[in-house]
């Protein structure tokens, strides 16, 4: 997990999506932010029709903070010769807190209606649900 003494959480940016892939901004990365950049990219690689050995290699240098970059250059040719799927478990594992999918269910579980309506409650823990991937 990044900390910083400031901490301030990096989120997904893409302001082109057929053009560019999605940028994860420097920060401490959060399950929705990283999430986010996941479906960008995903997004993305449909659209360009990029293989799937080029996935990585399309997208790893939009982790924009530093020390994710340091990791990547240390660990780059391991990296590039995952999968997608396989890269995001890495990331996921290596920079999410140990504790995050845990945290998120406990949302889920403790989550309750009050006084929305029942279909945005249930889009709700639906977006809860779907952090969960690939964990």
């Not at 940016?13 to 920060?27: C, D, I, N």
């Not at 845990?102 to 889920?108: D, E, F, L, N």
Request: glycine letters at 6%.
């Amino acid at each position: 997990m990044l900390s910083t003494a400031a901490s301030q959480n990096g989120h997904c940016e893409q302001p082109a999506p057929s053009k560019a892939p999605p940028v994860l901004t420097a920060g401490d990365i959060t399950p929705e932010a990283l999430r986010a950049w996941e479906l960008g990219c995903l997004n993305y690689f449909r659209q360009k029709g990029t293989a799937a050995d080029d996935q990585v290699v399309k997208v790893a240098g939009n982790l924009l903070d530093p020390r994710i970059q340091d990791w990547y250059s240390n660990n780059g040719d391991h990296l590039m010769a995952l999968s997608f799927t396989e890269f995001m478990t890495e990331v996921r594992k290596y920079w999410l807190p140990s504790d995050w999918a845990a945290t998120v269910r406990q949302k889920m579980l403790s989550s309750t209606q009050g006084t929305k309506a029942f279909h945005l409650w249930a889009v709700e823990i639906e977006s809860l649900n779907v952090l969960l991937r690939g964990s």
